[in-house]
């Protein structure tokens, strides 16, 4: 399984900005998805994990009524819509594949995919 997460950028404080993950390679759509980020001098946190077909989701206290994990399964891509962006969700954001959505929340990935950095300006 590959991920190419892109969509990271540069946004204000109160902004929105979504994040997209691509997935591809084999049997992909039998996995649970799954976001995580990392700021600096911290370590990786687990923000979002959803199944494709939408059955479980599952969102760090952090960030929940904030941000919203998506997917479409024709465009074979998660989302991770932020809004209401705080300067403490600058991070690099990664997504990531586990076998379930439990496994994704205790970090026991699979794949994941190259980082993209999020910062939100005060």
């Known amino acids: 399984v590959q991920l190419q997460a892109s969509g990271g950028g540069l946004v204000q404080a109160r902004g929105s900005l979504r994040l997209s993950c691509a997935a591809s390679?084999?049997?992909?759509?039998?996995?649970?998805m799954g976001w995580f980020r990392q700021a600096p001098g911290k370590e990786r946190e687990f923000v979002a994990a959803?199944?494709?077909?939408?059955?479980?989701?599952y969102y760090a206290d952090s960030v929940k009524g904030r941000f919203t994990i998506s997917t479409d399964n024709a465009k074979n891509t998660v989302y991770l819509q932020m809004n209401s962006l705080k300067p403490e969700d600058t991070a690099v954001y990664y997504c990531?594949?586990?076998?379930?959505?439990?496994?994704?929340?205790?970090?026991?990935?699979?794949?994941w995919g190259q980082g993209t950095l999020v910062t939100v300006s005060s």
């Open positions: 959803r199944t494709w077909s939408g059955g479980t989701t």
């Open positions: 390679g084999r049997a992909y759509s039998t996995y649970a």
């Open positions: 990531a594949a586990g076998r379930s959505v439990n496994t994704i929340m205790t970090e026991r990935v699979d794949y």
